[in-house]
């Protein structure tokens, strides 16, 4: 399988634009927003009307969408926005119908249906995605709960996909920033292929160089971030 990040479609913090490309199925489009109202004409659902995206190909958009409609609320009685009314008639909703991914961490918060998945029609064609389902484990912490669906039903999924899992939120800041410099000192080589400008970087050197970063911020959780543990009476 391979996954190309479209970042020449757009580059936004609260967009992400992946294709997936897998032998035997089509070329599917995946895209993750959050959805920042406080950004007003510049918030997710505003700039994802500016991107090209291809109608003909399955396209699945996910993430915090921050909306409210009676298709997918736990109360009928909520008032809908006239952007959100336009979502629901080009896309499909692959929620269960009030089913809450969010749950607030205080007494005084709400549980609610902020998290959700749509997909167009060549992607409900095909089935994709399938399988939809919450899964409060992997939330780690998060007011949100995590959702998980199946993309492609031939692909052998992986055991553990999250790997160690950390609790970023408690983590002191400068202690895992010094951290991560004195570690860094030891990738110094296919950093400094990275930092040279004046000479293109091949294929080779540019895959060493993540991995050289993946395997420092991986040593740095290790050395300061502690790991999550859940309770195993702990409900979501």
């Not at 064609?125 to 998980?148: C, G, M, V, Y």
């Not at 983590?171 to 030891?186: G, N, P």
Request: with cysteine; charged share 15%; hydrophobic share 35%.
């Amino acid at each position: 399988m391979e996954v190309v990040l479209r970042s020449d479609l757009i580059q936004d913090r609260d967009i992400q634009i992946l294709n997936i490309i897998h032998q035997g199925n089509p070329t599917t489009t995946i895209i993750n927003l959050y959805n920042d109202h406080k950004r007003h004409d510049e918030c997710a659902i505003a700039l994802f009307r500016t991107i090209p995206l291809s109608h003909n190909q399955p396209t699945i958009i996910t993430g915090d969408w921050n909306m409210y409609h009676h298709l997918w609320s736990s109360s009928p009685n909520v008032n809908s926005s006239m952007e959100t009314d336009c979502m629901v008639d080009w896309l499909t909703i692959s929620n269960t119908p009030g089913q809450h991914t969010y749950i607030p961490h205080t007494s005084r918060g709400t549980p609610s249906v902020l998290d959700l998945t749509f997909a167009n029609g060549p992607a409900t064609q095909r089935a994709i995605p399938s399988d939809w389902t919450i899964k409060p484990e992997f939330a780690f912490d998060s007011d949100h709960l995590a959702i998980q669906w199946t993309l492609f039903n031939n692909v052998t999924p992986i055991s553990n996909c999250c790997g160690n899992r950390y609790n970023m939120k408690d983590t002191d800041k400068s202690a895992w920033s010094t951290a991560f410099v004195e570690i860094l000192e030891h990738f110094q080589g296919p950093l400094n292929v990275l930092m040279d400008t004046n000479n293109p970087i091949s294929i080779t050197n540019l895959e060493n160089t993540v991995l050289a970063l993946s395997t420092a911020i991986i040593c740095t959780n290790e050395q300061v971030v502690k790991k999550y543990n859940p309770s195993p009476t702990a409900k979501p």
